[in-house]
Each structure stands twice: as C-alpha cells, then as structure tokens.
C-alpha cells in the first residue's frame, strides 16, 4: 500500500478518535505526509541514476548484533546544551561533547515540533513506532486538544517496514554503522536525528576516537587493490583538509554504506562510483571546473 494512501487512512482515522471536529477543520487538514524521510529518494527503476551508483538496495541500515557492550557517550567528558544565534531552534537543539581540550558541536533534529510555512501552521512528529518515519500536517484552526490528539496519533503511525532517509550526515551515518556493528552505543551524540554542526571539528574527534590504520591516493584503481580492514571508515579529504564524505565498509560481505547529503543511503560493491562522485581523480567533472578542486585526493582508513 503506498505511503500517500496509508496517510489518508491514518488521517482519518484521527479524525473519528477526535469526533468533534468541525468540518472546516477536515478542510483545513487535507493530508499527512511523510515527510524527508521518505524524501529524495531516487526511483529503484532508474538504476543509472549517480544518486543510486548502479545499486537496488537503498535505505537506512542498521547493523546491531544483539545488544550493546559499550556506549560512546562514557568516552566524553561532558555534553552540554545551548541556544546558538541565529540557528534553527524550532526543529533542533544544539548541544557540545567536549573529550580534552577539544569539542565536537551537534543537532538534534527534536521529535515534535511546530513552524510556520508560506504562512501556513505546520507541524512535525517523528512516529515512536519502528522504523520511525516523520510525519508533518497542516494544523491551522486548532486547538491545543486537538493538536496533541494530532501528535499521539502521528507517534503511532508508519508506513512501511524500512526507514528509507534520515537526517544524518555522511559521517555521522558512517560512524553510526561502525558503532552499531562493534556493539557500541553511539547515543545521543550519533543517533538517526542527529549530525556535527562544525566540519572543522572531524579532525580530531577521528584522532580521538578511532585508530588510523593507513591513508592511500583517492584513485579508484588503487583502492581496489587494497585489503580493507574488516570493519572501517573510509574519509574522504580534500587538499584543503576538510573531510567532505565518509563511507562505512563491511568486509564480510564487501559493500560499502554511503549516503549523499539529503538523499536515501546505498549499498554498494565497488568503491568506484563513490571515487567517481567525490574524488578529484576519477572525477567526470571538467578538469577545470572549480568543484572538482574541492573534491577528495586522500582517502584515510579508520576503525574503532
């Protein structure tokens, strides 16, 4: 059943739990959609499409194995909370894990939240039921009752059995999978709602947090021939310094985890199509092109 459906069917229903509502208000309230979560997602069918690299699995992954044995957050030292200036405080709150004398600045994209768009009330709730989609709905016109009826009943709502999009970053969904799969807690700094604030920062969380095992020229015919650790993160860093992709490699089945900005997560077998995406080498942009110099010349290797 498609999610467009589903949405109309959930809607509904809230509406008879409500009982009281106003006809003008069913007007008011025409559709719930979910939202980025099942955003930006490339059609399976268009397998040539560089957002998909030629794979048919897409989506957010997850790779726990029973429970875990460790959490990341116990090698902090603190995490505080503030309010930055002029940032997004209706969807995240901001918050800085401090480890020495260095800081790692993060955002959490909050679970309920309301905004105004177009001159329009919107509202935005993230299901507790798995895999956790988000849900957003126009509520002008309602009260206080209704909305939080609204809310219970978004919290209670999927539309499919797989998370196909999340808010992360690159690098934070790269870290995600290495922890999830070495059993180790990444909440509350690296969840599926949350992503760094601060590039800068990267480098030495890295140095802080995760072993260097080795750094090699970002040129796909050179990394093909290279024996990857079993489970690790390849960062892609460009001349200027700046860690600009990472992708999760898992040497049991050898595939590969990336995710593009906005768009849904793939797996893929080979490293050539991301080298071809993010490296200057194997770059099909314009030599001359200005983006191609920002692009990756060194791919460095981590684990845990």
Request: glycine share 6%; proline share 5%.
């Amino acid at each position: 059943m498609k999610p467009a459906r589903l949405a109309t069917i959930a809607f509904a229903a809230f509406l008879l739990t409500l009982g009281g509502i106003a006809a003008d208000a069913q007007e008011l309230l025409p559709e719930i959609r979910e939202t980025f979560t099942n955003d930006f997602v490339p059609q399976r069918k268009d397998r040539e499409s560089p957002l998909l690299m030629g794979s048919d699995r897409m989506g957010v992954q997850s790779l726990l194995d029973g429970a875990y044995r460790d959490s990341l957050v116990r090698r902090f030292d603190r995490i505080e909370e503030y309010v930055p200036e002029e940032k997004d405080t209706l969807a995240y709150r901001y918050f800085m894990a401090f480890f020495g004398r260095d800081t790692l600045c993060f955002k959490e994209r909050r679970p309920v939240f309301s905004y105004d768009y177009n001159g329009k009330k919107m509202l935005e709730v993230e299901s507790r039921q798995a895999p956790f989609q988000r849900f957003e709905v126009r509520i002008d016109g309602l009260g206080e009752p209704e909305v939080a009826a609204l809310v219970d009943s978004l919290q209670r709502m999927k539309t499919s059995e797989a998370l196909m999009n999340n808010g992360q970053t690159c690098i934070f969904y790269a870290l995600n999978l290495l922890l999830d799969r070495a059993g180790v807690d990444p909440a509350p700094v690296i969840t599926r709602n949350t992503t760094f604030t601060d590039g800068y920062q990267l480098n030495a969380f890295f140095d802080h947090f995760l072993t260097l095992q080795a750094t090699y020229p970002c040129e796909s015919r050179e990394l093909k021939k290279v024996d990857l650790p079993e489970n690790c993160v390849l960062v892609f860093r460009n001349a200027a310094g700046q860690y600009i992709h990472a992708v999760f490699y898992r040497g049991d089945t050898g595939e590969f985890y990336t995710k593009n900005g906005l768009f849904t997560p793939v797996v893929v077998k080979s490293i050539r199509p991301i080298c071809e995406r993010y490296g200057r080498t194997d770059s099909k942009a314009d030599p001359d092109d200005g983006r191609r110099q920002t692009k990756a010349d060194t791919v460095m290797v981590y684990t845990l």
